[in-house]
């Protein structure tokens, strides 16, 4: 039934900043999490940061201090603010929603580029 439509990636140079948008179709309800990941060539896809129904937050270690992922409960949207990009940082960025109650569920948006050029 969700459907999850990312948006924002793009080319941006070294310590600029790029914000990612995921929007889910439908209202977002009971306990669940919105996480970013992503995918770099090469590599298997890898968790980047997560938000619970409770606002609470964790991220990957080589992100803290530049990327900060929330959510509007209003808007069933997730975002993922990213500052001081690094080449690094590019790959193809995903959202997953994985809700528990009142149903298991797992969802995943269809990806967004994003390229960090030096």
């Known amino acids: 039934q969700v459907q999850l439509v990312e948006s924002g990636g793009g080319l941006v140079q070294a310590g600029g900043s790029l914000r990612l948008s995921c929007a889910a179709s439908g209202s977002i309800a009971g306990i669940n999490r919105f996480a970013w990941y992503r995918q770099a060539p090469g590599k298997q896809r890898e968790l980047v940061a997560i938000?619970?129904?409770?606002?609470?937050?964790s991220y990957v270690d080589i992100v803290k201090g530049r990327f900060t992922i929330s959510r509007d409960n209003a808007k069933n949207t997730a975002y993922l603010q990213m500052n001081s990009l690094t080449p690094g940082d590019t790959a193809v960025y995903y959202c997953?929603?994985?809700?528990?109650?009142?149903?298991?569920?797992?969802?995943w948006g269809q990806g967004t580029q994003v390229t960090v050029s030096s």
């Open positions: 938000i619970t129904s409770g606002n609470s937050t």
């Open positions: 997953n929603l994985r809700t528990l109650f009142p149903s298991d569920n797992d969802y």
